[in-house]
């Protein structure tokens, strides 16, 4: 009979189970399940709600049921549902009665609560150290690359020369974000819904604040009917790692086009590559590929969660159960990637002449002679307007900036002088760029070594 069948009558339709089990993918949960239950067991025994010695024949008998999972021994049943009931019915199978104890002022919904809390808040600690990785890859990336001269782009089109350093530094700020979202997001759910009941709280009296304590919560969940119908910490969380997926697709995205013919720019290591089964010549950068795909996935997940929790009525509803592999999945989709990101970035070769050479259009140093005509009195948009003139002067005459003679500059630029002509080298497009945040390599550096300062570098 199942755990809840004293007023049926003749058990379930075979295919009920089938449906309903979640026992197939909760059960990486068991371990949480467990600590769990010893807690509570724990706090019963001391709150005299059960015999102490029963609680500790509880404690005990999960330690030996842990031992059968953790050994393949334990024998999961779909007919039993889920992760909370298969641990429970083996623990009655192993010390008799007490097990039958152990549910006292207790529900899976409050318990199931608790267990992905226990669970994810492991999830996002593994997670962090992931992006701190990550984080470490560009930054001593970046500290080779802070005179490495590049395009940088708006629309795709040649924009104004940066050095690479900078470009992997963005990303670092990106990921830093990231992380500080999920240490939020951590801190904010971990409140302990234990002690919720199946929604309205117990009439037995429970210590919950020991339960907290002793599960290294910061608090009590306040409210019994929150405790148990609250999900938008699973929400938040996959929100979180969708944006960090968003990053990380964003980059995959510029290391695909960096590794094109077209471009050159950089060359993936081997091992993180793939061929054609029929182009002999290929090598593809799939992992990036992969990871902008991936990230689509992640954002499935998400949508599966608003969807699943929109409309559902105060308190617990089975619908709830879906959350599950929507967050695992998630979960395991981020951490692959970003256990591959870092020794991707960290083996990556860079072409400099391909990139220099990319940068090296005069064309992308236009806003340099504007600005140095605001250096030398003409208002921006006068200035704006006489480069403009000269860039189709040139366009017009089949040359490029540099091709310019300063005579001919003259007649579009009156203001125009020797100094002018110097402007064409992109190294010194970056050096001037010397504000708080740009691209020179000076500011570039010292942005390295306030990375290499922060806790996570050392
Ligand atoms: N496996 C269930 C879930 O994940 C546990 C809670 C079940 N509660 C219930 N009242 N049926 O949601």
């Not at 024998?75 to 010390?95: A, G, P, Q």
């Not at 808040?121 to 690359?145: F, N, P, S, Y």
């Not at 009917?225 to 980059?251: G, K, N, P, W």
Request: proline fraction near 3%; charge should be negative; glycine fraction near 6%.
């Amino acid at each position: 009979m199942s755990m809840w069948g004293g007023r049926f009558g003749a058990g379930p339709n075979e295919l009920v189970a089938q449906m309903s089990e979640s026992v197939s993918y909760d059960k990486r949960m068991y371990a949480h399940d467990i600590k769990g239950s010893q807690a509570h067991a724990i706090m019963l025994g001391k709150q005299g709600i059960i015999p102490t010695e029963d609680s500790r024949k509880i404690c005990e008998g999960l330690e030996q049921v842990k031992e059968e999972i953790e050994s393949g021994k334990f024998e999961f049943k779909e007919s039993l549902e889920d992760i909370h009931m298969n641990v429970e019915s083996r623990l009655t199978e192993v010390i008799g009665d007490a097990g039958s104890r152990l549910h006292s002022a207790r529900s899976r919904n409050d318990q199931v609560a608790t267990d992905m809390r226990l669970l994810l808040r492991e999830d996002v600690d593994e997670v962090v150290q992931l992006i701190r990785g990550t984080q470490v890859a560009l930054i001593e990336l970046a500290e080779k690359h802070t005179e490495t001269i590049m395009p940088g782009f708006t629309h795709l089109q040649h924009a104004q020369p940066i050095v690479l350093g900078h470009h992997l530094l963005a990303y670092v700020e990106m990921f830093d974000r990231d992380a500080s979202r999920l240490i939020d997001c951590r801190k904010r759910f971990n409140f302990l819904p234990l002690g919720a009941g199946a929604l309205a709280g117990s009439t037995l009296p429970i210590d919950r604040t020991f339960v907290a304590e002793h599960l290294q919560f910061d608090g009590l969940l306040q409210n019994s009917m929150d405790a148990v119908s609250d999900r938008d910490f699973c929400i938040e969380l996959v929100s979180d790692l969708c944006i960090l997926m968003m990053h990380i697709s964003r980059q995959a995205e510029d290391m695909v086009f960096w590794m094109s013919q077209e471009a050159g720019w950089i060359e993936l290591d081997d091992a993180f590559c793939t061929g054609s089964s029929l182009m002999p010549q290929k090598k593809n950068p799939d992992m990036c590929e992969l990871a902008r795909g991936k990230t689509a996935r992640v954002y499935g997940d998400l949508t599966s969660l608003l969807t699943m929790m929109k409309n559902l009525p105060l308190c617990y509803n089975r619908d709830m159960q879906e959350d599950k592999e929507r967050i695992f999945d998630a979960i395991d989709t981020v951490k692959v990637i970003l256990a591959i990101w870092a020794p991707q970035l960290a083996t990556m070769k860079v072409n400099k002449d391909r990139m220099y050479q990319s940068a090296s259009d005069p064309a992308l140093m236009a806003t340099d002679l504007a600005e140095w005509l605001v250096r030398n009195g003409v208002p921006f948009r006068q200035a704006h307007h006489r480069v403009g003139g000269l860039v189709g002067y040139c366009k017009e005459h089949n040359k490029s900036l540099d091709q310019v003679t300063l005579e001919e500059m003259k007649t579009v630029i009156p203001e125009s002088n020797e100094e002018c002509l110097a402007l064409w080298k992109p190294e010194n497009s970056v050096r001037l760029r010397n504000v708080i945040g740009g691209t020179a390599p000076n500011q570039v550096a010292a942005q390295v070594k306030r990375w290499k300062a922060s806790s996570f570098m050392k």
